[in-house]
């Protein structure tokens, strides 16, 4: 059994960390790269759904407003509905594959103004057509932090990952699909 005393200890070291933020970037995939990738220190980020800017100090600059970044780096989490007719829906996203025309619409405004780089979060497949066309890079991440993130995008860790799904291109490619 677990001695939930130990468990900390033993799985928090550093040197279990290191290993930890190795096979995150390692199952991170790299889905497309228009020559943006990896970004050159000092490269001026707005950033969009992030929540610890402190992460690329030192590699990139944070900025407050899109007017003044080089890149917008936009992350984003895979689509679903939120249902609870069940017990097990409360535990596992359900519903829809795609983007809904609200959810691509920030990302569309931004790649107007500028390069845009997206990092999905795939717990399940995903149809990510949408945001594709509007990012000039992007990443398909399964649960790695926003430090091995910002480590990717500058080139320190490498993204080596592959696919574990087929992702389907449109809503209709999903309704063709063989159950079995």
Known sequence: ??????????????????????????STVLLKNNLILPLPKRTRLYLDGFSKPEV???????VDKVEDA??????????????NQYLLEQ?????R?????????PVKAFAWK??????????RAAILSPLEQQSSAMLAEFGAS???IAEMLFGIKEPTGKLPFELPRSQEAVEKQLED
């Not at 130990?6 to 970037?25: D, G, P, R």
């Not at 690329?56 to 944070?62: P, Q």
């Not at 080089?70 to 249902?83: E, F, G, H, I, S």
């Open 146 to 148: 926003e430090k091995v």
């Open 91 to 95: 535990f596992f996203h359900q519903g």
């Open 97 to 105: 594959l795609y983007y809904t025309q609200e959810e691509i619409a």
């Open 114 to 123: 500028k390069v845009v780089v997206s990092i999905v979060n795939l717990e």
């Open 1 to 26: 059994y677990v001695d939930a005393e130990k468990a900390l200890s033993i799985t928090t070291t550093e040197e279990k960390q290191q290993l930890a933020e190795e096979a995150q970037a390692k």
């Open 56 to 62: 690329f100090e030192g590699l990139g600059i944070v």
């Open 70 to 83: 080089d890149v917008v780096l936009v992350r984003k989490r895979t689509p679903y509905d939120p249902r």
